[in-house]
């Protein structure tokens, strides 16, 4: 039992980031109808940048909040340059578009940064915390924490301000939104920004845990995109869930069987979802945003 | 009468007279070399298959090259291990891709039209670290080897040239069984189901089972494409069927354009162009560049032909060629097409 908590424990972390990365599909799928691939790039912007900016001798907390800003910058260019331009085209060319996107940025970030991997150290330094005879990493904690604090400013978001409402109802019907005067160009330009910018932030907490790599945008992309399918691809937070649900079901994957499960369990459990219930694992938030 | 009969014919056997002069140039022109040559034959053939899927069943796969692998492999394996005539082989090789394509298909076409990507996307990376992983029968990272030449009758593919032509004369072959198909009774079917679905389910087409139709046709072209990269080089590793190469195809298709068969053809020759141009620049401004950063190009190759080209390469010249026959006074009425934008999705 405690074997099986210490897996859960070492889990919740990453699972954690792949749901941050799965929120941004469905902020962007629900708006304007594209999976984008470019959403495991933005991760990996926001993670490169932050340790290049750590190197060039910033504190942390400049240099992490301007990493996520290049991030977010990196999803406004999305929409601006690529998106926007080819609007009357189908949904088909928009998500090859994206791919572009995605395979110029790695290339781009290939050409920058090189091969190897980088990192920098836990926020705060220190032993592991025990949890309930699990132990849990200082590191953990904190991106469970940006975790907990980014789905409580979604749910304020999508709650509390008017642009939230706005996408909510993009997301609920996007052409009766268009008759409420709702700009679906600038939504999209907001989708994309938000969905970029959250990916950043699960890519600057995260450094310490994984380090960063130039081409951790796809294997991160289709992780969160399996944590949004989980929920059901309509819901923020069913893609936490959903990506807590596959933090854990990998780590028990690695710790029973072997290490080399690692990168089957997320493509068996998209394969299962797709065959079985493509309307995702938590069908009953369908469209609640909140 | 006569010339109807042998028109067609002459414009094959110019064009595959093109193809044997492309040969002395590629010495000469810069970025290429015989094996270029190979290889843009090899790609055009797989990314013809790809380009089928996308023009007329409005599908993206991303992972085209397991198909290409699942050709290689079986290659690999039937002609090295037990001895297969290498025809047999890539007869095998192309079933077992038809039908581990019509399976997922099967799957897939069930869902809405996004998740074909993503769900192909998965299953080359699963087809990757399978052949990685399954040490036993693939070699695992290493891969396999003493993969025989080619050989029909008395004719022996042993060299770049004789690689090439072989591939080429496939391509063409490819190109005519093509055209060909289009004009058959399921091809109107594919043609209709290409520029809207609804229609065409609305005058009893079939939609589920042609798209998985031509989803395993696709994989054919990849199949066939495999089993000759397996013979030209005589060792596969899994290296050459990950997530890269299927982007390639995907860049391929795009870029050349997916409502013209020539599309695959045009887009390949004008990968390999990027490519080896890009292994041969960017070192010259970044030091030390080192990986696969030719992405570069082709993730900017997708993004301005969709943005300022959106039917590729043969589209323009499809659209240049019209201009010209209306500009002559020699109206033509131009050939039912499907475009990337026509395609419905739900």
């Not at chain 1, 132990?135 to 904690?141: E, F, P």
């Not at chain 1, 749910?155 to 409402?165: A, E, I």
């Not at chain 1, 933090?247 to 979802?273: I, K, P, Q, R, T």
């Amino acid at each position: 039992m405690s074997e099986f908590l210490q897996f859960v424990a070492s889990g919740v972390g990453q699972g954690a980031i792949y749901g941050l990365v799965g929120v941004g599909f469905v902020i962007i799928y629900n708006v304007t109808g594209i999976i984008n691939f470019a959403q495991g790039h933005y991760l990996m912007l926001s993670a490169l940048a932050a340790v290049s900016l750590r190197e060039a001798g910033l504190p942390a907390v400049p240099a992490l909040l301007l990493a996520i800003v290049a991030g977010a910058l990196a999803g406004v260019a999305t929409d601006r340059l690529v998106i926007s331009p080819a609007r009357r085209h189908s949904t088909l060319t928009l998500i090859i578009l994206t791919v572009g996107v995605a395979i110029a940025v790695e290339g781009l970030a290939l050409l920058i940064w090189g091969v190897n991997p980088r990192r920098y150290a836990p926020f705060t330094a220190g032993p592991p915390l025990e949890v309930g005879g699990a132990a849990l990493s200082r590191q953990t904690l904190w991106v469970l924490a940006v975790t907990v604090a980014m789905a409580l400013a979604l749910w304020w978001f999508f709650q509390r301000t008017v642009v939230g409402k706005a996408m909510q109802a993009c997301a609920m019907n996007r052409d009766a939104a268009r008759l409420q005067a709702i700009n679906p160009a600038q939504m999209s330009l907001y989708a994309f920004t938000m969905a970029a910018a959250v990916a950043g932030v699960a890519g600057v907490v995260l450094v310490p845990i994984t380090s960063a790599y130039y081409d951790m945008g796809i294997p991160f992309g289709l992780k969160g995109f399996t944590a949004a399918v989980i929920g059901g691809l309509v819901s923020p937070f069913g893609a936490l869930a959903g990506g807590l649900l596959l933090g854990v079901a990998e780590a028990v994957a690695v710790g029973y069987v072997s290490s080399a499960m690692a990168e089957g369990v997320a493509f068996a459990v998209l394969a299962l979802m797709l065959v079985l219930r493509p309307e995702g694992l938590l069908a009953q938030v369908r469209t609640r945003w909140a | 009468m006569g010339l109807r009969r042998w028109a067609p014919l002459a414009l094959w056997a110019g064009a595959f007279g093109v193809g044997v002069l492309l040969m002395p140039i590629a010495d000469a022109l810069p970025f290429l070399t015989r094996a270029n040559l190979v290889v843009f034959a090899l790609h055009g053939i797989a990314a013809m298959g790809l380009t089928l899927v996308m023009g007329f069943a409005g599908q993206v796969s991303l992972g085209h090259a397991a198909f290409y692998g699942v050709g290689a492999y079986t290659t690999a394996l039937l002609t090295a291990k037990v001895d297969w005539h290498p025809l047999l082989a890539m007869a095998a090789g192309a079933v077992i891709a038809a039908v581990l394509a019509a399976l997922l298909g099967r799957i897939v076409f069930r869902l809405r039209g996004h998740f074909l990507a993503m769900a192909t996307l998965a299953f080359g990376l699963v087809f990757y670290v399978v052949m990685r992983s399954w040490d036993s029968l693939t070699g695992g990272n290493q891969g396999t080897g003493g993969i025989p030449d080619f050989t029909l009758g008395p004719l022996r593919f042993d060299s770049d040239t004789s690689m090439y032509l072989l591939a080429w004369a496939v391509l063409l072959l490819g190109l005519i069984a093509a055209r060909n198909l289009l004009s058959s009774r399921p091809g109107r079917a594919l043609v209709a189901m290409g520029s809207s679905e609804v229609a065409a389910a609305s005058v009893g087409i079939d939609v589920a089972r042609t798209k998985m139709a031509v989803f395993a046709l696709g994989a054919v072209y990849a199949s066939v494409a495999g089993s000759l990269y397996a013979h030209y080089v005589t060792y596969v590793s899994p290296e050459s069927f990950g997530l890269l190469p299927s982007l390639r195809f995907l860049v391929i298709s795009t870029v050349g354009g997916i409502d013209s068969v020539w599309g695959a053809p045009l887009g390949s020759a004008v990968v390999v162009l990027l490519t080896e141009g890009t292994r041969e620049l960017v070192p010259r401004f970044v030091s030390g560049a080192t990986g696969s950063y030719e992405i570069v190009a082709y993730g900017l190759a997708l993004v301005l032909v969709l943005l300022f080209l959106p039917r590729g390469l043969a589209g323009g010249a499809a659209l240049l060629v019209r201009r010209a026959a209306e500009w002559a006074g020699t109206r033509r009425q131009p050939a039912p097409t499907a475009a990337l934008e026509e395609v419905e999705l739900r």
